[in-house]
């Protein structure tokens, strides 16, 4: 479901939130939540658009458009009105969460949301995440300084997507040589973009400090910003502003509530929907490790559908009851670092109704890890979730937090992107839901 159906402003107006940022799917949307979690501020990740998604004690509401495997003109359409929706509940910052690896439509979705905002603002793209790897020098994206277009094939080159997907919108850049120079510099590069007609600047950063830098500009520009980055950016903003309190973490598990919220006597399943070479190398690690056994599932028949895909989520369902390990996994195959809007749909469906069945039927699940941003959403949908609370940081990119309502509120969540995180990274997420579930080691 995209936010383009039944969209109200009624569904955010009783949140008291300061932050209100858009993803274009979950697991990063839960990413840039759990790097604010982390800051002291309570995080809520919404799922769709009733009241429910905005509690009024949240510091920080991220709403999941589902819009990473659309067109532009649908992904535009859900965007304008989720900011329609947010700018009514009148947050003090709204931002933009966009992928590390530059998936989706930015550009398209960026443009919406300045038709929306006030006309005076200013939108600063920000593609960096210095803390996972990620950086941009000279216009240009690196994955742990390998070019992106060398990692994955696609552009990897911000001003090329606004040219392509946004043309009516004139972007600028911030080269790095300008932001070393201090927020003093980088502040006149804005303004003078401003005042030249852009309505975008898309700047360079190679560190934290960079991201800190091009914070302390937007802060004093004077005039209204849109934050468009993986979540640091906006994060290093919020705090500029005073919208971050300096406070300690919130305590894990705050918000949860049920019997779910503990998970004594329980396993651990992982929902392994990520198509991509990284996660198929981080499955190893946890499989050769022992962190896990799994279920392997055909893809195929789940695209198939019909009788074949129930069969074999029947054989998967019967497969995982008869392992006896407390961390169990079901992983699709095949696997490869692309796969087809369709494809990765129907796969997750397929998986989300074994996931249902196991919950209701099988031995008592204590924690879900989820990677793949539309599994992820796939499997809490039909679990009957609206939200989660996310509590923080497994590593960057990847978060830790509870369902906050449906038949399994408080059940552990872990998500984590499919390109997110070294070999190890499976195992991390694994340990730290068995210590928020409580499952003893």
Not at 313 to 339: N, W, Y
Request: with cysteine; net charge positive.
């Amino acid at each position: 479901m995209t936010w383009d159906r039944a969209m109200t402003a009624s569904a955010f107006q009783s949140t008291t939130s300061s932050v209100a940022i858009l993803s274009d799917d979950l697991t990063g949307a839960n990413a840039v939540a759990a790097a604010l979690a982390t800051a002291g501020v309570r995080a809520f990740t919404a799922l769709g658009p009733t009241p429910a998604m905005s509690p009024p004690d949240a510091g920080v509401l991220v709403v999941d458009t589902a819009t990473r495997d659309v067109g532009p003109d649908v992904a535009a359409a859900a965007v304008r009105s989720a900011a329609r929706a947010v700018s009514a509940w009148g947050a003090r910052l709204v931002a933009k969460r966009i992928d590390t690896t530059l998936r989706g439509c930015i550009a398209a979705e960026t443009a919406a949301l300045l038709t929306v905002l006030a006309p005076e603002t200013l939108a600063l793209v920000v593609p960096a995440a210095p803390e996972a790897g990620r950086t941009c020098v000279g216009g240009r994206v690196f994955l742990a300084s390998r070019p992106l277009a060398a990692v994955t094939g696609g552009s990897g080159e911000p001003l090329r997507l606004f040219a392509a997907q946004a043309r009516g919108l004139a972007a600028v850049g911030c080269p790095l040589a300008t932001v070393r120079r201090g927020a003093e510099a980088v502040r006149a590069t804005f303004r003078q973009a401003a005042a030249s007609g852009a309505r975008v600047v898309v700047c360079d950063a190679e560190t934290t400090a960079d991201v800190a830098t091009l914070a302390a500009a937007a802060a004093a520009l004077g005039r209204p910003v849109l934050p468009v980055d993986p979540g640091g950016f906006t994060l290093a903003l919020a705090r500029a502003l005073g919208l971050v309190p300096g406070a300690a973490r919130p305590a894990a598990g705050k918000g949860a509530s049920g019997d779910w919220a503990h998970g004594r006597h329980g396993r651990i399943l992982a929902v392994l929907g990520s198509p991509t070479a990284i996660t198929g190398r981080q499955i190893a690690v946890a499989a050769a490790r022992g962190w896990l056994r799994c279920v392997p599932v055909d893809g195929t028949a789940l695209v198939v559908g019909g009788e074949a895909a129930q069969q074999e989520v029947a054989r998967a369902l019967a497969a995982l009851a008869a392992l006896p390990t407390s961390v169990v996994g079901i992983d699709p195959s095949p696997r490869g670092e692309q796969a087809e809007p369709r494809r990765v749909a129907a796969v997750g469906e397929g998986l989300a109704q074994i996931v249902a069945a196991a919950m209701a039927s099988g031995p008592r699940l204590a924690g879900l890890f989820l990677t793949g941003g539309a599994v992820a959403r796939a499997v809490l949908e039909r679990l009957g979730a609206h939200g989660i609370w996310v509590e923080g940081e497994v590593l960057p990119l990847a978060a830790l937090g509870r369902l906050a309502d449906g038949p399994f509120a408080g059940l552990a969540v872990v998500t984590k992107g499919g390109m997110v995180g070294g070999d190890d990274a499976l195992v991390r997420c694994l340990a730290a839901l068995r210590a928020a579930a409580a499952i003893p080691g």
